[in-house]
């Protein structure tokens, strides 16, 4: 499993390169559309990345965006509108009070993140009860088990970049988070639409 000092040192290599393979907007689109997100809400982003959600996100919107990666976050931060706080934080250990949001998303995160059990389970924590987690990310189909071969291959990509080898219904159930999930749609690829709330 990465660290989080491998992954700030990956992503140091990748942030000049990142949007040109993981821009998809239209899918970030959809994803924050799913949150209904009302003027005056809190909204934390859990590894915002270079901020690509954000021109996707109200204006009205009150936006926490954290990311383990400071390079990550310089690039965010140059062409996000004002207003927005960046912070430079681990997504398995927010430092955050407990329900002081209303919405969060979790986009291309948990394919990347060494614990995303933690990283679920914070995400539930930092909302408020009735708040709305929007997550998009690859996750492995529940029925497949890939076989020694790929199981190697799939070693190595999670190493090098990302983990395709994480089933959100494990995720899920191992985290104990109180997550009610409303929306589970495909997107492109082996990517997944999800909307969860918080019903506790």
Sequence with gaps: MPSNAWIRLRYKLWAPHYDRVTRFPRERRRSVELLALRPGERLVIIGCGTGADL????????????????????????????????????????????????????????????????????????????????????????????????????ALLDFVFTSTNRRMGEILARSGAPFAVEVDEPSVAAYRHLLLRRVA
């Design 55 to 154: 021109p996707f996100v109200p204006e009205e919107v009150q936006v926490l965006a954290i990311d383990l990666s400071p390079d990550m976050l310089r690039q965010a931060r140059a062409h996000a509108r004002p207003g927005i706080d960046f912070r430079v934080m681990d997504g398995m250990a927010l430092d955050l009070p407990d329900g002081s949001f209303d919405a969060a998303i979790l986009h291309m995160v948990l394919e990347v993140i060494p614990d995303p059990v933690r990283c679920l389970a914070e995400a539930a924590r930092v909302l408020r009860p009735g708040g709305r987690l929007a997550v998009f990310d690859k996750f492995l189909p529940e029925g497949d088990r890939p076989g020694p071969l790929r199981r190697a291959g799939l």
